[in-house]
């Protein structure tokens, strides 16, 4: 996992914990995450991080709405 321990006390928000290499591509991902009302998936640079690229490559489930040089975060999309 990336963002961890320090996002659900920041964010006031649940934190489903992924492996890093999950498949965000993979219908049952998107699956899991729209059952689990995941909203946003945080993004980072470090070599344990999710693959940067997955939202670009499915934009009608993913879309990046922050961005900084280290750092990303994606909306799901759960709407059919």
């Given at each position: 996992?990336?963002?961890?321990?320090?996002?659900a006390p920041l964010a006031k928000r649940n934190i489903?914990?992924?492996?890093?290499?999950?498949?965000?591509i993979a219908q049952e991902t998107h699956d899991l995450?729209?059952?689990?009302?995941?909203?946003?998936?945080?993004?980072?640079?470090?070599?344990?991080?999710?693959?940067?690229?997955?939202?670009?490559?499915?934009?009608?489930?993913?879309?990046?709405?922050?961005?900084?040089?280290?750092?990303?975060?994606?909306?799901?999309?759960?709407?059919?």
């Amino acid at each position: 996992t990336d963002a961890g321990i320090w996002v659900a006390p920041l964010a006031k928000r649940n934190i489903l914990a992924l492996p890093y290499s999950i498949d965000f591509i993979a219908q049952e991902t998107h699956d899991l995450l729209c059952q689990q009302h995941v909203t946003h998936i945080y993004i980072g640079e470090r070599s344990q991080s999710f693959e940067p690229d997955f939202a670009e490559a499915k934009p009608e489930w993913y879309e990046v709405i922050f961005t900084l040089p280290n750092v990303r975060i994606a909306q799901v999309n759960c709407q059919p």
